[in-house]
């Protein structure tokens, strides 16, 4: 049967018009995933800064806050994978949408009630400690939903969409989705920043809670535009289903059937019959049977090293932000340097198709991933400074500058893991893998719970250069093992050779 063109489509020239109805239909997807992000990045800058203005001069709260957000999703990664990989495609759409706006509008009010009634630290320690604790759930569960909607758009949708077009199709439209991100990370912060510094910390929160009250039904039209204009989509969440079902009617089958053989045997063989019973409970641990599944993709030594990046503060995240605000760096300032550091972080979106069509995504990573671990060292420089405003400024300079290796890494192995992962592993797969990144996120928290006095943040500071060397020196070795070498030796001679001559 053939297809009948989408949205009216006439006969003549069909080409053309499918490829304006694809484009357009494109740039819906790219303006949803931006409002979605958006808000999603005012509230991971502006968090650090609430949690240190709620208990003044440690980073207790900003930690303990990080430790419950990553926690949550380390937790509970695998099951939403599992869960958007058994749901159809409009179905989570609308769970994403509404949980993680939901969540960011309550968010924001625990905030201005905690920042407004500051007094009730004192006089109502319950009540304080209860609002801080909503604080921390909702962002917990905003995280979560935003895992969901980044597993959707990013490793299914994209990859669906692409099918049937060159490679280098994907290439482009996962690096125009990296740089949407980057752009909401550039500018969300500096606008939040001087909201916060020229007006009050009150009204960052009220406008993050009516951005996600308003834009979720701009976010959730585009979405369900793109879903009713792409038939591949549709297409794609219908034989999710069939294949779930396909599953559960043989499960049920082979039940029914080891049911059947047990009772046919004496009783001699209850001790196999509470073996059976014990291994089907451990089958109904998500993180058991997803685990398995991630270990034995071929690209799950990429997926670590990708991971190990996360247990940092190196990153204008929670800890980072709230020790430069301790050191008296206004808060307009870090949300320039943040901005700075997602400009450079776009660059990336922008130089990786360019080196991957050259050198190959393998190698894009291996050379990515080094020359981050170079421009950290200008934050190991800044623990030597003993000036702590020069100190904080070269530490903001290091991490932004390193972010044009660390983003051409991250979508080096992203590609990796949709060039290699199959498509019945896809969502099982990006969900462990976000709460393996979470996992190690948490790691960092729980140091700085550890470390709470910002004096010391230099150890913290040194702890991560240490994880990313150890990151790149993985995935250096899982370049080794699938290419043999590193390095062109017999051209490096040649050149050699020429050069002597």
Avoid at 173 to 195: E, H, M, Q, W, Y
Avoid at 290 to 301: P, T
Avoid at 487 to 496: A, D
Wanted: hydrophobic residues 50%; neutral net charge; aromatic residues 10%.
């Amino acid at each position: 049967m053939v297809r009948e063109p989408p949205l009216g489509q006439q006969d003549q020239q069909p080409s053309s018009q499918d490829d304006s109805l694809r484009n357009s239909l494109l740039t819906y997807l790219y303006v949803g995933h931006f409002l979605a992000r958006w808000g999603a990045r005012m509230w991971e800058f502006s968090v650090g800064l609430y949690m240190i203005s709620i208990w003044p001069d440690s980073l207790l709260f900003a930690a303990i806050y990080g430790v419950v957000e990553s926690a949550s999703t380390a937790l509970f990664g695998p099951i939403v994978g599992q869960w958007v990989d058994r749901l159809t495609y409009v179905k989570v759409l609308r769970l994403w949408l509404i949980a993680q706006n939901l969540s960011f509008i309550i968010a924001g009010a625990t905030v201005i009630a905690l920042v407004e009634f500051s007094t009730l630290k004192s006089s109502n320690f319950t009540a304080f400690i209860s609002l801080v604790v909503l604080t921390n759930i909702s962002g917990a569960v905003a995280v979560l939903s935003t895992l969901a909607g980044t597993i959707l758009i990013e490793r299914e949708w994209v990859v669906v969409i692409s099918e049937g077009h060159p490679p280098e199709n994907l290439t482009k439209i996962n690096s125009i989705i990296r740089r949407i991100d980057l752009i909401s990370k550039l500018i969300a912060p500096v606008i939040t920043g001087f909201i916060i510094s020229f007006v009050s910390l009150t009204a960052s929160a009220v406008t993050l809670a009516l951005w996600n009250a308003i834009s979720v039904w701009v976010e959730y039209w585009l979405f369900i535009s793109v879903y009713n204009g792409i038939p591949a989509l549709g297409e794609s969440s219908q034989r999710r289903i069939s294949r779930l079902s396909s599953s559960v009617v043989g499960e049920s089958s082979s039940t029914s059937k080891e049911k059947e053989s047990m009772l046919s045997h004496d009783e001699g063989n209850s001790a196999l019959t509470q073996k059976t019973w014990l291994m089907n409970i451990f089958e109904w641990i998500p993180w058991l049977d997803a685990g398995k599944v991630y270990l034995q993709q071929d690209v799950v030594l990429p997926g670590v090293a990708l991971a190990l990046l996360y247990f940092t503060v190196l990153s204008f995240g929670t800890l980072m932000t709230a020790a430069l605000e301790w050191e008296g760096v206004p808060a307009f300032v870090i949300g320039i340097g943040r901005g700075i550091s997602a400009v450079i972080g776009i660059g990336a979106t922008f130089v990786y198709p360019v080196i991957q069509s050259r050198i190959s995504t393998l190698r894009t990573g291996l050379w990515s991933i080094w020359s981050q671990w170079i421009f950290l060292l200008i934050c190991v420089a800044s623990i030597l400074v003993h000036k702590s405003t020069l100190s904080a400024y070269l530490l903001m300079a290091g991490v932004a500058t390193s972010r044009l290796g660390l983003w051409t890494f991250d979508l080096a192995v992203i590609q990796q893991m949709q060039d290699h992962v199959p498509e019945s592993d896809r969502c099982v797969v990006g969900g462990v893998q976000n709460s393996l990144q979470s996992t190690l996120d948490l790691m960092s928290y729980v140091m700085g719970i550890i470390i709470s006095n910002p004096k010391d943040f230099w150890k913290l500071i040194l702890l991560s250069f240490l994880v990313v060397t150890l990151a790149a020196l993985l995935y250096t070795l899982y370049v080794y093992l699938v290419r043999k070498h590193l390095f062109h030796v017999e051209k490096l001679l040649l050149l050699m050779v020429d050069r002597i001559s």
